[in-house]
T-cell receptor, first 118, second 114 residues
Framework: AQTVTQSQPEMSVQEAETVTLSCTYDTSESDYYLFWYKQPPSRQMILVIRQEAYKQQNATENRFSVNFQKAAKSFSLKISDSQLGDAAMYFCAYRSAVSGGSNYKLTFGKGTLLTVNP | NAGVMQNPRHLVRRRGQEARLRCSPMKGHSHVYWYRQLPEEGLKFMVYLQKENIIDESGMPKERFSAEFPKEGPSILRIQQVVRGDSAAYFC????????????FGSGTRLTVV
């Protein structure tokens, strides 16, 4: 079974600074997808960024980028120019790409609570 | 498109009562998934349904929990004889197919058992 580990329960960053959230995962599969979700106090799960394991290029979405290290099974999220609205719980998630299996399930880490200080 | 709609947003039940959580998927989405988020935890998969069929309920407790997605109407997650340990946020997601990018979550129902 796959597992996702977020080793930082809480992180803080100054507004306009850069912060990196860590995520490691364990899997025996070679094809999969990785995601970062943001959960603000409203509880809505918002997709921030996604990565296909077969792509070596790191995904980027505006101020959000990832550092995907497949051999190390690491998938960190970098937030540049942090804004007050970035304050939220951030979850790393894994989804298998293997057809015929449980490739509809997302496996989540426990989350990292990000505080942005003005 | 209204997105995935869950109601109620908050639900309080006394121990032993029944809880019914509703999820209306996005228009055109025929795949529904339920997840549970316990305090200080990430979301955990409970059940996957397509119209009128339960595809995978491996994450759902065997007793007291059931789910349905009828031909007409919303998907329902039903918890009978609730206990304090059922207190959690329950999220529904939907997708149009099994591709990796179409997953959309609702805002969840927070169930509190008193």
């Amino acid at each position: 079974a796959q597992t996702v580990t977020q080793s930082q329960p809480e992180m803080s960053v100054q507004e306009a600074e850069t912060v990196t959230l860590s995520c490691t995962y364990d899997t025996s599969e070679s094809d999969y997808y990785l995601f970062w979700y943001k959960q603000p106090p409203s509880r809505q799960m918002i997709l921030v960024i996604r990565q296909e394991a077969y792509k070596q290029q790191n995904a980027t979405e505006n101020r959000f980028s990832v550092n995907f290290q497949k051999a190390a099974k690491s998938f960190s999220l970098k937030i540049s120019d942090s804004q007050l609205g970035d304050a939220a719980m951030y979850f790393c998630a894994y989804r298998s790409a293997v057809s015929g299996g449980s490739n509809y399930k997302l496996t989540f880490g426990k989350g990292t609570l990000l505080t942005v200080n003005p | 498109n209204a997105g995935v709609m869950q109601n109620p947003r908050h639900l309080v039940r006394r121990r032993g009562q029944e809880a019914r959580l509703r999820c209306s998927p996005m228009k055109g989405h025929s795949h529904v998934y339920w997840y549970r988020q316990l305090p200080e935890e990430g979301l955990k998969f409970m059940v996957y349904l397509q119209k009128e069929n339960i595809i995978d309920e491996s994450g759902m407790p065997k007793e007291r929990f059931s789910a349905e997605f009828p031909k007409e109407g919303p998907s329902i997650l039903r918890i009978q004889q609730v206990v304090r340990g059922d207190s959690a946020a329950y999220f529904c997601a939907s997708s149009p197919d099994l591709g990796p990018w179409g997953y959309t979550f609702g805002s969840g129902t927070r169930l509190t058992v008193v």
